[in-house]
């Protein structure tokens, strides 16, 4: 699958719109849907996304951490027959495009045969346009519109926002229920303090994009997964309030493995919230709870088999 930046002409396609930060299962609607349309008419589908986030742009200081790179919605995406993801530069003067131009412009670069938008998908400044207006543009211009309607899971709309909230609660398992996946965290493993293999747990500092939502902080079971392969490991996600760095790091170790991951870049994939964070009154105390989680997340992994 393509990554194309700012395109200026593709063949023919059908095009899903939309933003797809965590592309979860209402994103995954979307997907579906035109993935069912390219097979059935035989043409490519491709998705034309933004960044930044547009709240970088409309108003900085609320802008939400993302739930996935756009590496990592590249990667989910191909899994669901996407041929080419389209990012679109969100800047001021796409903020302020008329909603006529942006469909005139999406006509001239796309030439879609149909296109796929979720129930709330809003363009063009003010968010004046929506899928109403794309409807009754596309009548006049040759393409069909397919509005996709909300998907609802235990009573509430799947969106982005409500992720981030039970991420920042430690919430994996729900978490991992809206997005359809496992959510991850990606990146180098770089040199850190030492201090778990001062205490016999030797872990991996992985530094993720400043960008990235995290999740609360806690302790966590997660696939670490390199090029070559993927192991059980315990991860912890915070601030170290027992023995103070004073920098948020997110170190894992590899049950039962020793393994040089110093340069290498490794994934992340949250399975399980075991506990959170907390301040031991010695290091000896601290040793023997990491001791605990270690053999809490062996039984959990233990069981998955």
Not at 40 to 66: D, G
Not at 99 to 126: H, S, W
Not at 138 to 162: A, D
Not at 198 to 213: D, H, L, Q, Y
């Amino acid at each position: 699958m393509r990554i194309i930046r700012d395109p200026q002409r593709l063949n023919p396609c059908v095009l899903v719109l939309g933003m797809f930060d965590g592309v979860h299962r209402g994103h995954q609607a979307l997907l579906m849907r035109g993935d069912e349309l390219a097979q059935e008419m035989v043409y490519p589908l491709a998705v034309c996304s933004f960044e930044p986030h547009p709240l970088r742009v409309l108003k900085p200081e609320i802008a939400p951490p993302l739930l996935t790179t756009l590496t990592e919605k590249a990667r989910i995406m191909q899994t669901f027959g996407v041929d080419g993801l389209c990012v679109t530069t969100f800047d001021r003067a796409r903020a302020d495009q008329d909603p006529q131009d942006f469909l005139d412009e999406l006509v001239r670069v796309y030439a879609p045969v149909v296109v796929v938008c979720g129930y709330n998908f809003t363009f063009g400044k003010g968010g004046r346009g929506d899928g109403k207006l794309l409807r009754e543009y596309g009548k006049c211009h040759g393409f069909r519109t397919v509005i996709v309607p909300e998907v609802v899971i235990e009573g509430q709309t799947v969106s982005s926002t409500r992720i981030r909230q039970l991420l920042s609660e430690g919430d994996i398992a729900a978490v991992n229920r809206l997005l359809g996946h496992a959510y991850t965290l990606s990146g180098k493993v770089g040199e850190g303090k030492q201090l778990g293999r001062t205490m016999g747990f030797p872990t991996a500092n992985v530094e993720t994009p400043r960008s990235k939502a995290l999740p609360a902080f806690g302790v966590y079971c997660c696939w670490l997964e390199t090029a070559e392969d993927i192991y059980p490991a315990v991860v912890n996600v915070g601030r170290h309030p027992t023995l103070p760095e004073g920098s948020l790091t997110v170190e894992a170790h590899v049950l039962d493995e020793d393994i040089d991951l110093y340069g290498k870049r490794v994934r992340l994939s949250f399975l399980r919230h075991q506990r959170a964070e907390q301040r031991f009154e010695s290091k000896e105390a601290l040793r023997a709870q990491i001791a605990r989680d270690a053999e809490e997340a062996r039984a959990y992994f233990a069981s998955l088999e």
